[in-house]
């Protein structure tokens, strides 16, 4: 009775665990089946978007509701959006499979992006932009309100004339190559003919602006193209 009692037992724990293995093994294949519908609805919005992929696009899905179940399709799914939905910023889009009459709307969400030189750490006015104290992000670009710089080489050796918090963009109005009262160097001249010498700015001016400087040797107020950090010129 005891040995009959224990082969019962027995039995019913192997179909218990049968039926929890079972269950688990649907389940991440379940699982699995969602991340390959969420990744062919990124790449299917990527692909309308940006379809020569000159732009930077990035697309998240939203994660499907854990209680659907997603049955398994024998042939490819077809994506489709309107363009309405494509000019939004939260794309829907329909994943259906043409062996049945299956379908599933999916929300893709896809931000244009930018690169974008932003300060790393506060800084003060006068502070001297360098490698150590910038660097380049991806920004959405619907967030930018006014001109950006997306090269650090573009904006190294520039002061920077109000204070910036870290991770704000380095906006070109708030910058100067040469700034109010800064010793400068002038050159004037030609391919043939090269004269220098200093110079007090009387103006702020960011690269390639004609600012009002005061040569020291004669006290002449002139006119000069910010050309560096420190550097006017003046053409003959």
């Known amino acids: ?72 399709c024998h042939s490819a799914l077809t994506f489709s959006s309107t363009p309405e939905a494509l000019s939004q910023s939260n794309v829907m889009v329909k994943a259906q499979c043409s062996d049945s009459n299956w379908y599933i709307f999916m929300v893709v969400k896809a931000t244009e992006t930018q690169p974008v030189v932003v300060i790393s750490s506060t800084v003060s006015p006068g502070t001297l932009l360098t490698t150590d104290n910038i660097h380049v992000i991806n920004m959405n670009k619907k967030t930018l309100r006014s001109s950006t710089f997306a090269d650090i080489e573009d904006v190294v050796g520039a002061r920077i004339k109000r204070r910036v918090t870290a991770g704000r963009p380095v906006n070109p109005n708030n910058l100067c190559y040469v700034c109010k009262g800064d010793n400068v160097t002038i050159s004037a001249g030609n391919t043939s003919m090269l004269v220098k010498t200093s110079g007090v700015a009387l103006e702020d001016g960011r690269m390639g602006e004609t600012i009002q400087v005061k040569n020291r040797r004669s006290n002449k107020k002139i006119y000069a193209r910010v050309a560096g950090t420190g550097k006017v010129e003046i053409n003959i």
């Open 1 to 72: 009775m005891n040995k009959l009692y224990y082969y019962q037992a027995l039995a019913r724990l192997f179909a218990i665990t049968t039926c929890l293995y079972t269950g688990i093994t649907a389940a991440n294949e379940n699982n699995l089946t969602k991340q390959q519908l969420a990744s062919q609805a990124e790449q299917f919005v990527l692909n309308q978007l940006d379809p020569n992929s000159i732009k930077t696009i990035d697309v998240a899905a939203t994660p499907i509701d854990p209680r659907v179940q997603v049955p398994v």
